[in-house]
């Protein structure tokens, strides 16, 4: 996708902080953190937002939260807890049209969520 910034990060015509990725996956801090732990693990396949996940590439599900046992072990969250969130749509206040999770710890979080 030509003008999607997720696309954009994954290819590296954006710069980002890699935390982690694989053939499936690519995870970044978050350039607004509201944790000390916030990262974004995404799909490198342009999937829009959580409606657009069907039978054909849902697999990628899978491995973002495989990445993230990874990702929450090697920030030394995983004991703790943490919280794995996906904003779908305009009420949930996504902001990028690139389906991405975020996950968030290393502090007391609250629920419910606002
Ligand atoms: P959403 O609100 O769509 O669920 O989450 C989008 C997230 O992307 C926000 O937490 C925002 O801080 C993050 N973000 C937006 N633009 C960039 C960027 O250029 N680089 C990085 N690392 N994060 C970004
Ligand atoms: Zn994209």
Redesign the pocket.
């Known amino acids: 996708m030509e003008d999607c910034?997720f696309c954009k990060?994954i290819n590296g015509d954006?710069p980002?902080?890699r935390v982690y990725e694989d053939e499936f996956v690519y995870a970044?801090?978050?350039?607004?953190p509201?944790a000390p732990v916030?990262v974004?693990i995404i799909p490198k396949e342009h999937i829009a937002s959580a409606n657009d996940i069907t039978a054909e590439n849902s697999l990628v599900i899978s491995k973002v939260f495989e990445a993230a046992a990874i990702i929450a072990k090697e920030a030394g969250i995983d004991a703790n807890g943490y919280r794995i969130?996906?904003?779908c749509g305009e009420l949930?206040?996504?902001?990028?049209k690139h389906l991405?999770f975020?996950l968030i710890g290393g502090r007391d979080l609250s629920w419910p969520p606002g």
Do not use: C, P
């Not at 970044?28 to 607004?32: H, L």
């Open positions: 910034l990060i954006i980002s902080e970044f801090k978050d350039i607004d509201v916030h974004l969130v996906n904003n949930a206040g996504q902001t990028v991405h975020h």
